[in-house]
């Protein structure tokens, strides 16, 4: 019998795949989810799989299909997608419609569906981190957030802009910043994650802590 490996990311895009590596590759980085220690490979076709060609269309509508082969070799999943694309039915119908399509090729207490509101990128700004603008290789004099407010990317007394990813696009735009996915990795591995409220992140947090408990003392 194959020894199967402890969990399995299958997510929609490189993005996200540089975002779970940065973080995956913190040291100690299970003491910042506050849960037990597991093992896990962050690189690319390790434990963390993209869909490629799929993207987020293609993982809703192929989650079964796409989480199959990983069965026989890890012991859970999670499935991570945005809800923001051309033709999405909304964050709580894709909630409902992969966690059924999941339903038909693993046992869904052993997997989490993460859908990201609206898009991945909400992980990434924080209203006041050094490591957001070190990131971004912005060096700009004024802050970050004071500029896409001023842009109305962010609006005054929210904690995030409501259009994450375009906020980041357009900082390129004027401050010549880096888009690659290679932005979300560098923040991932230095942001804290301590207050962060983001809801799908809760969620993954929530089902890392159910699956691997602290150690009682």
Not at 15 to 39: D, E, I, K
Request: aromatic content about 8%; overall charge neutral; hydrophobic content about 40%.
């Amino acid at each position: 019998m194959i020894d199967r490996r402890e969990l399995v990311f299958v997510v929609a895009d490189m993005t996200m795949q540089q975002t779970l590596q940065g973080f995956f590759g913190r040291p100690q980085f299970h003491r910042s989810l506050r849960c037990g220690a597991f093992p896990i490979d962050p690189r690319l076709n390790r434990d963390v799989f993209v869909a490629a060609g799929q993207n987020d269309p293609g993982l809703y509508a192929r989650t079964d299909e796409l989480l199959r082969p990983h069965c026989t070799t890890h012991r859970r999943a999670v499935v991570m997608l945005d809800a923001d694309w051309e033709g999405s039915p909304g964050a709580t119908r894709i909630h409902e419609d992969v966690s059924e399509r999941v339903a038909r090729v693993w046992e869904p207490a052993d997997v989490a569906v993460i859908v990201l509101d609206p898009e991945i990128e909400a992980w990434f700004w924080q209203p006041d981190s050094p490591h957001v603008a070190a990131a971004m290789n912005y060096q700009g004099q004024r802050h970050y957030r004071e500029i896409l407010t001023d842009a109305g990317h962010w609006p005054p007394g929210s904690r995030k802009p409501p259009r994450p990813k375009e906020a980041l696009q357009f900082m390129r735009r004027t401050h010549r910043t880096d888009l690659s996915p290679a932005v979300l990795q560098r923040a991932a591995s230095h942001v804290s994650v301590r207050d962060c409220v983001d809801t799908a992140f809760r969620t993954l947090c929530d089902a890392l802590r159910g699956w691997f408990p602290l150690e009682q003392r």
